[in-house]
């Protein structure tokens, strides 16, 4: 399957617009750790039903996230604030000819982190 750390992101942010039983089979695949095998044991269907669920579930969320870019703007915002965080203790530890230009950095972050919304 694809990559588990960006399926699960995808998931945190659009599983409930998966039906009951693709966020089951999504759990136990990506979260639990199990097989295709022993999920299939669990709903008493075949390694490939599993396999087809999932693959269609990740295209779900991925077209949900293309339409709507909630990772995407979450990642940016992190971004930001990570920056911002760092500016900042720049500024606690700057000497202070070199404090403004932090600062004036600073403000530019928090009017970024405004415009993201």
Same mark, same amino acid.
């Given at each position: 399957? #694809? ?8 998931? $945190?942010?659009? /599983?409930?617009?998966?039906? @009951?039983? =693709? +966020? !089951? ?6 979260? @639990?750790?199990?097989? %295709? /095998? #022993?999920? /299939?044991? #669990? ?8 396999? $087809?669920?999932?693959? &269609?579930? /990740?295209?779900?969320?991925? $077209? ?12 940016? &915002? =992190?971004?930001?604030? !990570? #920056? *911002? ?7 606690? *530890?700057?000497?202070?000819?070199? &404090? !403004?230009?932090? %600062? *004036? @950095? ?7 982190? =405004?415009? +993201?919304?």
């Amino acid at each position: 399957m #694809e990559n588990a750390l960006p399926m699960a992101l995808l998931f $945190d942010f659009y /599983g409930p617009l998966l039906t @009951e039983r =693709q +966020q !089951d089979v999504f759990q136990m695949y990506f979260h @639990e750790d199990l097989s %295709l /095998g #022993e999920v /299939g044991e #669990e709903f008493d269907v075949s390694r490939q039903a599993i396999y $087809d669920i999932l693959k &269609r579930s /990740g295209s779900l969320l991925e $077209d949900f996230e293309s339409k709507l870019g909630l990772v995407a703007r979450h990642q940016e &915002r =992190q971004r930001i604030f !990570d #920056e *911002t965080l760092s500016l900042i203790e720049l500024c606690r *530890t700057a000497e202070s000819k070199d &404090r !403004d230009q932090y %600062l *004036t @950095e600073l403000a530019e972050k928090i009017a970024e982190a =405004q415009r +993201q919304g």
